[in-house]
């Protein structure tokens, strides 16, 4: 990257999660504190993708940032519809429909970036790969509650995400037991079982459903027998919104025009709770958290990690290492390839430790 004066771009795609705004001022501080003797200036991308089609930007000075470190969300805003790549909106108030890549183009050079630090998931890290093949100077950081980006042990977001989703299951073991009831809490997640896997151990759920074992409901309906034949009252279920019966679709709620999802997952849980229900004659009630998750505070952890994974990639940046990632291996912070990342989404093993630890205590899978 050439000496002198620098400006970096710093955009936020996807849902939001929280730790967005630790990522977003470690950044800004890196490259504002930077010693390499070089005049650097950091510009924050409105709305995700959106703002870079539509040319949208604003400065992010050291007062900007300032207090931001634990607040969830993203002072930034952001978008999970717009990829311009396939982007459907409006642009200087005219409708457009397709690709508008070189658009985006446009936009990066006319606000003289010299590199883009993209925070988001897998749809996101997805678009930053493509830019990065068009030329763009582009370094990701990985974001998601659901931890399934691919090349990174964790992600930021999912920590704070699994502390709701454990509390919910903490909150929910008291009142089934006051009243005798099977207690259904459904968790996000998309494809991948992580915060129900976690979140279920953690709170000492008695069945736990994962996309990735399929379950049969006669053997949960079987383990909520099992725990009443042995005097036990009530019972938890911790199901993913991704888990489904074997042989059979995921649980769709809604299917949507716009976004890098067109079906939306969710309501397995009723599915579940009805049928035990039915099956046991047990009182059940059923908890979708939802959003909640990804809402509020970031915990310790995620402002650390967060933190981290900024002050990398903005280093990336600035040495000119794009087409990159800052990913969490072990205790590191490290850089992979971009299109390591996007690879593939990371799943959980069912034979791994924690699947068997939860059997070896008496947790069901359902299979």
């Known amino acids: 990257m050439a000496q002198g004066s620098i400006k970096i771009g710093v955009l936020t795609g996807g849902g939001d999660c929280p730790g967005l705004n630790a990522v977003i001022r470690a950044v800004v501080k890196t490259c504002l504190y930077s010693d390499s003797g070089r005049r650097i200036s950091v510009v924050g991308i409105r709305d995700g993708f959106l703002g870079l089609i539509q040319g949208r930007a604003e400065p992010l000075t050291d007062r900007a940032v300032s207090g931001i470190l634990p607040r969830g969300g993203t002072i930034l805003g952001s978008s999970n519809r717009d990829n311009p790549f396939d982007f459907d909106g409006e642009i200087d108030g005219q409708p457009v429909r397709g690709d508008v890549g070189d658009r985006v183009l446009a936009n990066v050079d006319e606000m003289g970036l010299d590199g883009l630090v993209v925070i988001g998931g897998d749809g996101t890290l997805s678009i930053a790969h493509r830019l990065s093949g068009m030329g763009v100077p582009v370094v990701g950081v990985p974001k998601t509650i659901d931890n399934d980006i691919a090349a990174t042990d964790q992600t930021f977001g999912f920590d704070s995400a699994l502390s709701i989703a454990t509390e919910a299951v903490d909150r929910l073991h008291t009142t089934a037991e006051s009243h005798h009831r099977v207690m259904v809490l459904e968790v996000m997640g998309r494809y991948a079982g992580w915060i129900a896997l976690h979140a279920g151990v953690a709170g000492g759920g008695d ?8 379950f049969s409901m006669g053997k949960v309906i079987e383990k909520i027998e099992d725990r009443c034949a042995r005097g036990k009252t009530f019972s938890i279920v911790v199901v993913a919104e991704g888990a489904h019966e074997t042989g059979r679709d995921p649980v769709f709620y809604r299917t949507v025009e716009k976004g890098f999802e067109k079906r939306r997952l969710g309501g397995i849980s009723r599915v579940v709770g009805d049928a035990i229900e039915e099956a046991t004659g047990l009182e059940s009630r059923v908890t979708i958290l939802g959003h909640v998750q990804r809402g509020g505070s970031p915990t310790a952890f995620d402002r650390i990690l967060g933190t981290n994974l900024g002050v990398y990639a903005a280093k990336m ?11 969490l291996q072990g205790t590191r912070i490290v850089g992979v390839p971009l299109e390591d990342a996007i690879s593939h989404a990371k ?3 069912p034979g791994c430790q924690l699947v068997e630890a939860a059997r070896a205590v008496g947790t069901a899978f359902g299979d």
């Open 317 to 327: 940046i600035l040495d000119g290492q794009a087409g990159t990632m800052a990913a």
């Open 347 to 349: 799943r959980v093993d």
């Open 207 to 214: 069945v736990i459903l994962i996309p990735e074992i399929p």
